[in-house]
């Protein structure tokens, strides 16, 4: 098949009619990459220098047809950054690095302007770190903590996570109750707890009040830290001091060495049976409910982590331990102190359990509940607050009264034991919504 005359003359016209376009590319690429290597660094290192890529860029231009260099004139700033010495080049990364420097040597936020966690991580410590501003662009939430009440009384609780030391005795519930009717004062009608403690066990609980609640189970996702004592060669149902002793065995031959072998052993990623008395579902009922039915059921074993697992005897009487744990969300920490004792030929059970931190929010920053109580209320009558605020009103169109429903905004979920000692089940909404 033959050409036909002017195809190679409309090829070569194509030919030139692109390599303006392709070199104008090519140069824009260049310019491009020399404002980056300005900005942060040459990442080839300081062997080319600043004047060796003065003259590349040179070269360059000189090779670059009438567009492609009016388009090269438009980095002006790379141009003045490329041309400057050697020790200037790098000027312009300094901001950053001293930014960076700035931001590590900062002292960290207080506790009205703490971040809410940002979930995941449900393994980490309590050194873990409470993340970024929550999920789902939710506003950080304002943490109320000793010793004074935030300034912005109604902001602050419309948006609140307390921190409350329970008491030895009370469910997680009682603390809750306790706060509710301060809270409706402050026209607050939303509080629930982030991760039940046992009626046994003092120390932190997370109260999240008003809009914080929808950042309760990220607050349970985080990790915690227990002290407490556990006493060889008894134990009870329960495994803890809420029920008498059912069962004896010897503990004279465990040898301290033995203690710190045996926690050694349960650190780390392992395998844990909940206990009969806990808040797992099992056949719709929880098996706290079974276990004081006398029934006892096969449960399943789930994977906690361990990070940290001290023990320590007590110098005035061996049959006691004590221990600190720092452990993921779920661990049962009555569970782990009697396999402990049971990996070592005999048994135990708690006697003391105290929640030190969930996360990085510690006890020592905690209120005591009635504490906080009090200080609610005096707050409220200093801003002319004598009573609980109005409910607002369900939905549009007129209607009065809210709508239906039950009233109290139903059960909490769970009361007792909740989720056991490890902070395992939530502690739903409490109040209307």
């Known amino acids: 098949m033959s050409k036909r005359p002017n195809d190679d003359a409309g090829v070569e016209e194509e030919r030139a009619a692109v390599r303006p376009r392709a070199a104008s590319e090519e140069a824009a690429a260049a310019a491009a990459e020399d404002e980056l290597d300005a900005l942060y660094g040459d990442a080839g290192g300081a062997g080319g220098g600043a004047q060796a890529q003065q003259q590349q860029q040179q070269q360059q231009q000189q090779q670059q047809p009438e567009p492609a260099q009016a388009q090269a004139r438009e980095q002006p700033q790379a141009d003045a950054v490329t041309a400057a010495g050697p020790s200037d080049a790098a000027a312009p990364a300094a901001p950053v690095v001293a930014a960076a420097a700035a931001a590590a040597a900062a002292p ?9 966690p940002s979930g995941g991580g449900g393994s980490g410590g309590a050194a873990s770190a409470s993340g970024g501003g929550g999920r789902s662009g939710r506003a950080p939430p304002t943490f109320i903590v000793r010793p ?4 912005d009384l109604l902001g602050a609780f419309a948006n609140g996570v307390m921190l409350v030391d329970k008491p030895k005795g009370w469910t997680s519930f009682d603390a809750c109750n306790v706060l509710k ?16 403690l046992d009626p046994a066990a003092t120390g932190l609980l997370i109260i999240c009040c008003g809009s ?3 950042a309760i189970n990220d607050f349970m996702d985080l990790g915690k830290e227990y002290s407490g004592t556990l006493r060889l060669g008894e134990t009870t149902p ?8 059912s069962e004896r065995a010897a503990w004279e031959h465990i040898s301290d060495g033995d203690l710190a072998a045996g926690a050694a052993r349960l650190t780390g990623e392992i395998q844990q049976v909940p206990p009969m008395f806990s808040a797992v579902h099992h056949d719709g009922k929880r098996l706290h409910q079974l276990a004081r039915e006398g029934v006892t059921v096969e449960r399943a074993a789930r994977p906690v982590t361990v990070r940290t697992f001290e023990v320590r005897r007590d110098e005035a009487d061996p049959q006691l331990v004590h221990f600190r744990v720092i452990c993921s969300k779920g661990t049962y920490i ?3 102190a009697h396999d402990l004792a049971v990996g070592l030929g ?6 003391a359990l105290r929640r030190e931190a969930i996360g990085p929010h510690r006890v020592s920053e905690a209120w005591g509940a009635e504490e906080l109580r009090d200080r609610m209320f005096e707050a409220a009558r200093a801003a002319g607050i004598e009573g609980p605020a109005p409910k607002p009103r369900r939905g549009g169109g007129g209607r009065r009264g809210g709508g239906g429903g039950r009233g109290g905004g139903g059960r909490g979920g769970g009361g007792g034991r909740g989720g056991g000692d490890g902070g ?3 502690g739903g909404q409490q109040g209307s919504e």
């Open 108 to 116: 960290p936020p207080n506790a009205e302007q703490r971040p809410a």
């Open 148 to 151: 004074d009440l935030p300034a």
């Open 181 to 196: 009717t301060p809270l409706k004062w402050l026209g607050v009608q939303k509080v629930g707890h982030a991760g039940t």
């Open 212 to 214: 914080a609640t929808k």
């Open 238 to 245: 329960s495994l803890d001091s809420e029920e008498e002793v």
């Open 334 to 336: 009555r569970t782990l």
């Open 346 to 351: 005999s048994t135990a059970y708690l006697t």
């Open 424 to 426: 395992g089940g939530g």
